[in-house]
């Protein structure tokens, strides 16, 4: 599975962006999708993730500002960021796990997009 994220941008504090992961393959068949962000000189984390059932879970960083959902019939993936903040910028990152039927898991990643939130 190859994944393609899009929708970064510069934007002003307060200001909304809507990030998409394209998936060249189902992600009906994921465990959950998730989007990570790496800020300079910090480590990636976890913002916000989806599970094939449509659970949600978010960073409490985020929550309120945030929503990740999923388009299973286009294979995307999207993350619609509200009420921006410089904190939030950092290059976001879409993943993908996958889990076989014997128990095996797989992680598949975009290869990312730049958020930059000014103040």
């Known amino acids: 599975v190859q994944l393609q994220a899009s929708g970064g941008g510069l934007v002003q504090a307060g200001g909304s962006l809507r990030l998409s992961c394209a998936a060249s393959?189902?992600?009906?068949?994921?465990?959950?999708m998730n989007w990570h962000r790496q800020a300079p000189g910090k480590q990636r984390e976890l913002v916000a993730s989806?599970?094939?059932?449509?659970?949600?879970n978010y960073a409490d960083s985020v929550k309120g500002r945030f929503t990740i959902s999923r388009d299973n019939a286009k294979n995307t993936v999207y993350l619609q960021m509200n009420s921006l903040k410089p904190e939030d910028t950092g290059v976001y990152y879409c993943?993908?796990?996958?889990?076989?039927?014997?128990?095996?898991?797989?992680?598949?990643w975009g290869q990312g997009t730049l958020v930059t939130v000014s103040s």
């Open positions: 989806i599970t094939n059932s449509g659970s949600t």
């Open positions: 993943n993908g796990r996958y889990v076989t039927i014997w128990g095996q898991a797989y992680d598949y």
């Open positions: 393959g189902s992600i009906s068949s994921s465990e959950s």
